[in-house]
Every structure is written in structure tokens, then in C-alpha cells.
């Protein structure tokens, strides 16, 4: 079997998602045998990381600056403001393309089973933000599942003596998307979300 070291390393791997023990397995047999074509620029790549990236101040963005690029940019409005509720989610919607608005990063969803209460998430820090750089619509833009709705609907609770506009992501039949593939769940919320041709 493996040495110390390297079985120290197969655990470390099999912590990250996505990875179990066998995952894990394969992929330190791969950075070993390729070490300077693999793990040494992984390991640069890796401490440069862990040396340079913080977290924004202002929106709670994983960048190399504070304020982050994105809250830095003179171009994207100031006044619109994207609640999602992992870096994750937020590095997706940049994906797209289409929002040029800025963001903020709640750090989880309320959940009574897990024990995370609003003072555990970034949304005092939210409603502060709103109040104080005019921030004219909030698109809430969590996860579709009972803690993700919920959290949406304490936001909105907790924002609704300041005027600004609330949205949320439209539901319902993805792009592409066949109805004989889709769960009950999507196709309800396609039916309640449907409008005119």
C-alpha cells in the first residue's frame, strides 16, 4: 500500500467535493507521475491562492482585490443588486453573461435544521447596503428548494420597509428542456410562471 505521505495526501483530496476515496486515489496517482508537468504548478497555483485571494468586503466575492473586480467596475449598475447565496452561484450568473449589475453573497440559506439563523448570513450586511448606496431592485437569486425559498422570503420581509423593488428568478422549463424529462416540481412552476405569446 502507499506510503504516509501519499495517503495523506489521498485523504486531503477525497475532502474536496466531488471526490471520494477512489477519486481521490486516482487523481494523486495522476499528480505523482506527472509531478512537474502536474503537481508542482498545482501546488504554485494553489499557494499563490492561498496568498493573494480574500474575501470582498462589499459583496463577499472571492478576488485578488477588496473591493473585488466586479464591485470596482464603473460600468455594471450600482443600483441593482443580485443576492445569491454561494461565490459558486455568483461565479455561474457571470457565466451567462447578462447581469451587469453587482452582487451579494449571503454565505448559506436559513435552515432550522442545520441551525443557521439570519445573524449566521451576510443579510444584515444586505439591507445596510441597500439603505446606503441606494440600491433601487434586488433579484433574489436562491436556490430553489424549501430553505433556498425561504430565505428569499425573509429577505424580502426584511426589505420591504425600505422601497426597494424585489425580484427572483423566473422557475420552470429550462431552454432545451423536453417535459417528459422534467419533475413534477418543474413543470407546477412552469404552469404557475406561464404568459402570453
Not at 3 to 11: D, F, K, S, T, Y
Not at 34 to 47: I, N, S
Not at 76 to 101: I, K, P, S, Y
Request: hydrophobic fraction near 45%; glycine fraction near 12%.
Amino acid at each position: 500500500m502507499a506510503g504516509g505521505e501519499i495517503e495523506r495526501l489521498i485523504q486531503l483530496l477525497a475532502k474536496l467535493p466531488g471526490l471520494g476515496p477512489r477519486s481521490a486515489r486516482r487523481a494523486a496517482l495522476y499528480l505523482l507521475k506527472r509531478q512537474e508537468a502536474a503537481l508542482v504548478p498545482l501546488l504554485r497555483a494553489m499557494g499563490d491562492a492561498a496568498a493573494h485571494v480574500r474575501t470582498c468586503s462589499v459583496c463577499g466575492n472571492l478576488d485578488t482585490a477588496d473591493p473585488c473586480s466586479i464591485c470596482s467596475d464603473g460600468k455594471r449598475d450600482a443600483t441593482l443588486v443580485c443576492v445569491v447565496e454561494d461565490v459558486a452561484d455568483l461565479w455561474a450568473m457571470e457565466r451567462a453573461g447578462v447581469f451587469r449589475g453587482r452582487y451579494h453573497v449571503l454565505g448559506g440559506v436559513l435552515s432550522a435544521l442545520d441551525g443557521v439563523g439570519p445573524e449566521d448570513l451576510a443579510i444584515p450586511a444586505l439591507v445596510r447596503r441597500v439603505v446606503e448606496q441606494e440600491v433601487k431592485e434586488v433579484v433574489l437569486a436562491t436556490g430553489v428548494t424549501v430553505d433556498g425559498q425561504t430565505t428569499a422570503h425573509y429577505i424580502a420581509d426584511r426589505l420591504a420597509g425600505t422601497g426597494v423593488a424585489v425580484s427572483g428568478l423566473a422557475h420552470g422549463v429550462p431552454v432545451g428542456g423536453e417535459l417528459d424529462y422534467l419533475d413534477d416540481g418543474t413543470i407546477a412552476a412552469a404552469l404557475r410562471a406561464r404568459h402570453p405569446l
